[in-house]
């Protein structure tokens, strides 16, 4: 039965969750001018690994990318599903502590950190657990509830908007490529678009449909970029952590019974990551069972929680997880390009009649 609504949905959601948050401070810090130019170059490559991804997993149509990897041969599965396996875990230790950090800011500042961290992985290791249908399902029924409050915030956002701001349009000077800060906005262009290659055997989809949910996101990251520049200018964003969160907590409508409309937007935001986090767990899980095969995948989803769990604890501040995030941007480039490459020249070897040896 044709999934496809729920892939496209899912796509959107955890898109969204990982776009509003780090992604425009990375931007307003990797260039002062022409924002645009960064971002479109990021979407370029966004488009075009998907649809690369995508070509070569309709050579394997009963087949998730664990599977792809392991009939290669034992140097496919080193070279690529290995890496895989530790980018994934390394997304949630980041993800668990980051946005643990995030939530405690805005909302829970009297909390203690690995409290937070501890209800937001165990939200994330029950759905990871219960299984991929669950996790998706969950997904479609979150949407329903969540995304039109989270659309109506993305629209009233243009409220304090100077669209003299957005000028000057076209900037010659392309420094930003020279900028590590700019390759981490990557985390938000090629996050999660792997995980297509994990539920085709379980939930099948259309590829026309993930191509229209790719399309659907492209003008958030520009929204996200520039409402805020044009609501407080390039300046004083640059000095913001979180600069749509900013703008968001700026919005004033005297028609609207709630105080602040940021509280919905991000408890919104963060329900989509814990979706996130859900999906990567499991994903985990599934790489390691290749290596373990215990009867049980639900086990290693729980030890790894517990693992991730540990690892998180030993962050001690923001500056650490930025520089964990820096270290983890090679093994993420090198992920994000080479699985979808891989994926693509092993379907056209098996189309050839070729092994890998």
Known sequence: MDKSIQ?????????????????PANI????????????????????????????????????DLVSIYTASGATMTFLFLLPVGVYFL??????????????????????????????????????????????????LILAILVLPLILFTIVVSFQNVDWRYIYPIWNDDFSFFNKSVYYKSFFAIGGSFLFL????????????????????????FL????????????????NFLFPYVMTVDAIQLSWLMFNRVTMFFLLGLVIFITLFMALVLWKTARIMHAFLPLRNQGLLVILLAIFIFSCALFISDWKEIEMIFGWNTPLRFY?????????????????????TP
């Open 7 to 23: 892939i496209t949905v899912f796509y959107i959601l955890t898109h969204m969750g990982l776009i509003f948050f780090l992604y």
């Open 223 to 238: 929204i996200s970029v520039y409402v805020p520049i044009m609501t407080f200018g390039q300046a004083t964003s640059s």
């Open 90 to 139: 390394m997304i949630n230790i980041i993800a668990v502590r980051a946005y643990s950090e995030i939530i405690m800011i805005i909302f829970l500042s009297k909390t203690p950190l690995w409290a937070i961290m501890g209800l937001l992985l165990f939200s994330a290791t029950y759905l990871a657990y219960k299984g991929l249908k669950a996790i998706f399902q969950t997904g």
């Open 197 to 220: 290659g994990f539920v085709h055997p379980v939930l099948p989809y259309r590829p026309k449909m993930v191509l229209l949910s790719v399309i659907a996101i492209l003008p958030l």
């Open 335 to 355: 992920v994000v390009f080479g699985v979808p490459l891989s994926v693509l020249i092993l379907g056209l070897r098996q189309t050839k009649g070729e092994t």
């Open 28 to 63: 307003i810090e990797s260039t002062t001018a022409a924002h645009w130019i960064p971002i479109c170059i990021g979407l370029f490559v966004h488009i075009l690994i998907v649809i690369i991804y995508l070509t070569g997993l309709q050579f394997f149509p009963h087949k």
